[in-house]
């Protein structure tokens, strides 16, 4: 009865292992020290079978730590030499995916005892000299293609593809082409840069500028791009220079603005525009914006290459504002009118120095005060001989041509004084028969008649001096000629020609304008209005 008990339970026993056997194991949980050695064949295949260089050298590992008289050992030997194999062939895998390194340390772990082990020497040394040969190869290239060189550079890259090494024959042999072909888009915008260059003119320095840029970032052509853009500064600077030159104050902005902080000259445009920005409000020609410049340009530092022109604008700028207060006090001055004020504004105004902005305006204001200084001493002398050749005998004429005399040459009434000797002296003349040359019993017209013709025939001639002799020849016509009516009309219709000559000549030159209206005389109908212009005009100036 036990036996057969023992018996059954040994069967039941049987079944149930075989119906609940136990799931695969845990490799993961295995504590090694104590496992079997079926166990770690098991989990050193189940590595293996993931065909990494990492697991294979794991599963490796895994199983030669047994010892030598394993029973299993006859198993584990082949698995060795099989992973070995297998080993060897993904770290020449790794070589050609370019990881040399990778490569070589994994194959020389390769255990000794194997058939892989004695061609691992010869292959390493094989990678070696091959990956030597590749980068020489693209070393070469590449060093070329940085000194400019790309068709050479391409000459000596095409080398690589005959390299046994597909990360040198494919994936560098590929980037270098494209570094290459990248390199000729490069050189083509240099040269289109270095061509906007050699135009000049804003626009295009500005154009040029902004290729060269893109290839200073990282371009094989960085270094001609930064000598090309170093360059082009140095051309800005020169045209913000000119331009300041020219009071282009706009132009030389713009210029400045476009130059590169990472370009020697920057700090000097810094500078310059310092110098640009106080010459501008100098420009005003007002005291207080000359003081505003002089603060300006007293910013520029003692070590800037144009602290040295700061300091010369800024002593002109300050004799500018004496010369200014110069012109203002006899501009002041010279409006009474009186001779004695109009000859101490000359006196003022001949102390702004030759080199002053207001120099030429001091001169025209000099001009145009000496003119009515002139003309306030001798009007009296030429309405004097009028007065006297309106008595119109031979003795009154040479009387009045005497008082006209006295009016010295480069006077400002000169030459009207000399238009009335000739008249006068016309009129001292006898009348001559033009057909027996002897004198005429009779005159055909009276005196005033022939004043009158006389100044018709000098209007005629349609020039300032000659409307202002007919003017003043027409107003010695005694008022109760019979002549003076038309004398009256004559006088009011050259005085508007006169008055639309100055206004026209005003426009460019006030100065000239002003002494054209001063000759209406103010008998004129139009007299007011002349008056009313010229100061206007005085105001202008």
């Known amino acids: 009865m036990v036996t057969i008990v023992l018996a059954g339970g040994v069967g039941f026993g049987s079944y149930r292992l075989l119906l609940h056997q136990s799931a695969k194991p845990d490799c993961a949980q295995v504590f090694w020290p104590f496992a079997a050695g079926s166990l770690r064949i098991y989990c050193a295949q189940e590595k293996a079978n993931k065909q990494t260089l990492e697991d294979l050298f794991s599963a490796i590992a895994l199983i030669d730590d047994l010892d030598a008289n394993h029973p299993l050992r006859s198993?584990?030997?082949p698995l060795i030499e099989q992973w070995s194999t297998q080993a060897l062939d993904l770290a020449e895998k790794a070589f050609h995916a370019g990881k040399l390194e990778r490569a070589i340390g994994f194959a020389k772990r390769i255990p000794a005892k194997t058939a892989a082990y004695k061609v691992v020497k010869e292959r390493v040394d094989e990678w070696n000299r091959i990956w030597a040969e590749g980068e020489d190869i693209y070393n070469r290239a590449d060093t070329t293609l940085n000194n400019e060189q790309w068709r050479n550079a391409y000459n000596i890259a095409i080398k690589l593809v005959q390299v046994d090494n597909r990360y040198w024959s494919g994936t560098q042999y590929d980037a270098m082409t494209e570094k290459i072909f990248l390199a000729q888009k490069d050189e083509r915008k240099l040269v289109k840069a270095k061509k906007l260059l050699r135009r000049g003119g804003l626009d295009n320095l500005a154009e040029s500028l902004g290729l060269v840029q893109e290839l200073i970032a990282d371009s094989v052509y960085h270094r001609s791009a930064r000598k090309t853009q170093n360059?082009?500064?140095?051309?800005?600077?020169?045209?913000?220079e000119?331009?300041?030159?020219?009071?282009?104050?706009n132009a030389?902005?713009?210029?400045?603005?476009?130059?590169?902080?990472?370009t020697p000259v920057w700090n000097q445009a810094q500078d310059f525009m310092q110098l640009a920005q106080a010459s501008a409000s100098a420009w005003s020609g007002t005291i207080v914006n000359l003081e505003d410049a002089i603060t300006q340009a007293s910013k520029v530092d003692l070590n800037s290459p144009f602290y040295g022109k700061a300091q010369t604008l800024i002593g002109h700028w300050r004799a500018e504002m004496t010369n200014i207060q110069l012109l203002q006090t006899a501009q002041l001055q010279a409006q009474t009118g009186d001779i004695n004020d109009l000859e101490t504004a000359v006196a003022r105004a001949q102390q702004v120095t030759s080199g002053s902005d207001h120099w030429e305006q001091a001169q025209q204001n000099i001009d145009g005060w000496q003119y009515q200084i002139q003309v306030r001493e001798d009007q009296p002398r030429l309405d004097r001989a009028d007065q006297l050749?309106?008595?119109?005998s031979p003795a009154a004429l040479k009387a009045a041509i005497q008082e006209a005399q006295k009016i010295q040459p480069g006077r400002a009434l000169y030459d009207e004084a000399q238009l009335r000797i000739s008249d006068w002296r016309y009129q001292l003349q006898p009348p001559t028969n033009t057909l027996l040359d002897e004198p005429l019993a009779t005159v055909p017209a009276s005196g005033d008649e022939?004043?009158?013709?006389?100044?018709e025939n000098i209007a005629n001639k349609g020039t300032p001096n000659a409307l202002a002799n007919a003017i003043?020849?027409?107003?010695?016509?005694s008022s109760e000629s019979?002549?003076?009516?038309?004398?009256?009309?004559?006088?009011?219709t050259w005085s508007e020609q006169l008055l639309d000559m100055a206004r026209e000549q005003a426009q460019t030159d006030p100065k000239a304008g002003i002494a054209i209206a001063q000759q209406i005389p103010s008998n004129s109908k139009i007299y007011n209005t002349a008056q009313q212009q010229i100061q206007a005009w005085q105001q202008q100036q």
């Not at 360059?231 to 913000?240: S, V």
């Not at 022939?450 to 100044?455: D, E, N, P, R």
């Open 231 to 240: 360059t082009i500064a140095t051309r800005l600077m020169t045209i913000a």
């Open 252 to 262: 030389s902005m713009d210029a400045l603005q476009l130059i590169p902080q990472d």
């Open 75 to 77: 198993a584990i030997n």
């Open 242 to 249: 000119s331009s300041l030159e020219r009071r282009n104050y």
């Open 450 to 455: 022939q004043l009158l013709q006389g100044a």
């Open 472 to 477: 003043a020849q027409a107003n010695q016509i």
């Open 482 to 492: 019979p002549s003076r009516f038309q004398a009256k009309i004559s006088i009011d």
């Open 389 to 392: 050749a309106l008595q119109a």
